[in-house]
């Protein structure tokens, strides 16, 4: 049987496009569907975005800690049109190199919604049928809203880039890695923030020490933090939007702002209708290689809600291509993953929390915060937080959590040395970088807990 193309990619995110473009460079003949904007949640609502406001939002700080240091300047105004107009030309910018990248590697752009008709089939919603030896679903996910009443009042992380005008007050719900990383960027663009978090702590899943220090950070910002809160119900008023809160206070706020989970990209794509396994969220259930029940189709980034992260979507499409393209079958390695939260103040981390090392045991917890130099001078009290989890047989490194500013970079950079699987004494026999913050990582002498 001969098809149209080898490869039908459904989706032009980060990984979709990797993939394609790689699929291509190996010979194949590929197309790519993409029914919104190219680049996908990373490039044009998401990390991209997102990371320029950070560095907007962290100008605030800088005029005082400017003076600290001795300059002579005044607090300045934010203009959000201004930076707003620079936003949406930059993310054109990269949407066109994203479209630049996939016809130069002579992938076939599609701008279009298309859904499977059959295991190798798909139908465009410019009504043409399409055939391709494989289909690859990497359509992605989208911010859900919870069942609460009124909610529909509320924004999410797709509208937030594109409001008219920044506003005063915002109350946001959520404490995952959306929520509070938003939290600190309006705060720090001058909107005073609200932040409503249902369980006891913001940022589950990461260590505990960890989640403490960023949330004592953001509330020395102005974060107001509620904890073991959440919105009962929204109406839509003259002044703003009336939220009745779950501890009986009541406030009105210009904005609401869910970020409470995303739901994976499936509906009404066909999916289920010829065979594709689906999970209990409506995630894609794929194996190891990233191939559905269906043999023909493949599925990769959020869209299998297996870890929600660009690069990993990226090394999906990779090692998709590695299996089916180059005949090299390759899983991926969902193992040990760095991994940056864009709060103010930032955390970076990789491996496991004290609390689930602590459950396979015995390790030893090195641990140190303090004000860095640079805080210290600006007569800032922030603390940064240099944490290692050691396996007491091993000694190997089982994980590394840093709260400081460009935690980030650094998580990258010890990720490696976690990753190759170092211990604690390859740690300390790494000479420190005089004066860092992250020289405490080597320098750390005994153990603060053992468990
Ligand atoms: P998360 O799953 O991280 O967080 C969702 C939050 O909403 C949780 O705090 C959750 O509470 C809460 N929640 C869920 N349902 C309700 C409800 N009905 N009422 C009130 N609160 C609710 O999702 P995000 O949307 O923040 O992010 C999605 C994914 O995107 C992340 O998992 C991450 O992988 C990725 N991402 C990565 C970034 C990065 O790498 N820097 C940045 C942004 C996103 P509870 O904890 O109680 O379940």
């Not at 369980?199 to 960023?214: H, K, P, S, T």
Request: proline share 4%.
């Amino acid at each position: 049987m001969t098809f149209d193309y080898d490869l039908f990619v459904i989706g032009g995110g980060s990984g979709g496009v990797r993939a394609g473009r790689v699929a291509a460079a190996t010979g194949a003949k590929v197309a790519l569907a993409e029914e919104f904007r190219m680049g996908g949640t990373c490039v044009i609502r998401g990390c991209v975005p997102k990371k320029l406001m950070v560095f907007a939002s962290t100008y605030s700080e800088m005029f005082e800690d400017a003076r600290a240091y001795g300059w002579d300047v005044t607090d300045g105004a934010f203009d959000w049109p201004r930076f707003r107009g620079k936003l949406d030309a930059e993310l054109e910018r990269l949407e066109g190199i994203y479209r630049k990248l996939l016809n130069g590697s002579d992938v076939t752009i599609y701008d279009a919604r298309a859904t499977i008709k059959d295991a190798h089939t798909v139908t465009l919603s410019t009504g043409e049928d399409i055939t391709a030896k494989h289909i690859l679903v990497a359509t992605g996910g989208r911010p859900v809203l919870p069942h609460i009443e009124g909610a529909e009042y509320g924004i999410t992380s797709n509208e937030v880039f594109n409001l008219e005008q920044l506003p005063k007050s915002i109350l946001i719900v959520g404490g995952g890695y959306i929520a509070s990383e938003f939290a600190g960027i309006m705060n720090g663009l001058g909107c005073k923030v609200t932040q409503f978090y249902r369980g006891e702590q913001i940022l589950r899943g990461f260590d505990n020490e960890a989640r403490g220090l960023v949330a004592e950070g953001m509330r020395a910002k102005g974060v107001d933090l509620h904890l073991g809160t959440n919105v009962l119900k929204m109406e839509k008023r003259d002044e703003g939007i009336w939220v009745q809160a779950t501890n009986g206070s009541e406030a009105i706020y210009d904005q609401v702002m869910f970020a409470t989970g995303r739901a994976p990209n499936t509906e009404g794509m066909g999916l289920a209708e010829v065979g594709v396994e689906l999970g209990r969220r409506g995630e894609i259930i794929v194996d190891q290689y990233s191939q559905t029940k269906v043999p023909s189709i493949f599925a990769i980034g959020d869209v299998t809600d297996r870890v929600q992260l660009t690069p990993v979507a990226i090394r999906e499409g990779m090692a998709f291509v590695e299996t089916v393209f180059k005949g090299n079958p390759t899983p991926v390695d969902h193992d040990l993953i760095p991994s940056a939260v864009f709060t103010q103040p930032e955390l970076g981390t990789i491996g496991l929390t004290e609390e689930e090392a602590a459950e396979n045991g015995p390790i030893e917890v090195y641990s140190t915060s303090f004000k860095p130099m640079n805080h210290g001078f600006a007569g800032r009290d922030d603390r940064v937080l240099m944490k290692l989890i050691v396996c007491a047989e091993t000694r190997k490194v089982l994980g590394c959590h840093i709260v400081a500013d460009h935690a980030g970079e650094m998580i990258q950079l010890a990720g490696i040395a976690v990753k190759m699987g170092a211990t604690k004494e390859d740690f300390d026999r790494t000479v420190a970088v005089h004066p860092t913050m992250a020289e405490e990582l080597v320098t750390m002498k005994e153990p603060v807990r053992t468990a």
